[in-house]
């Protein structure tokens, strides 16, 4: 993949993680709550889910722009195998 492709698409990600973050009501209401996050966070439920699921987006997106995706992936399967 090009670097100008890569970098374009990490900063999209991290646009979707960061308004994931940012417009939690938003999403809840799109998605709906999470039955599995209302139960397991004490305060906050469902929104603690989807904004820790957008922080996580956001390092997934510069994980993409550095282009450490391999790296890392690689390195966890050979420690797990």
Request: charged fraction near 10%; include cysteine.
């Amino acid at each position: 993949m090009s670097p100008l492709v890569r970098i374009l698409l990490g900063v999209g990600i991290c646009v979707v993680g960061y308004l994931m973050a940012l417009k939690t009501n938003w999403w809840l209401e799109i998605l709906g709550p999470i039955p599995w996050a209302e139960r397991t966070f004490v305060s906050g439920g469902s929104r603690t889910f989807y904004k820790l699921l957008g922080t996580l987006i956001i390092v997934i997106g510069f994980i993409v722009i550095t282009d450490l995706f391999d790296s890392i992936v690689g390195g966890l399967v050979n420690a797990i195998f």
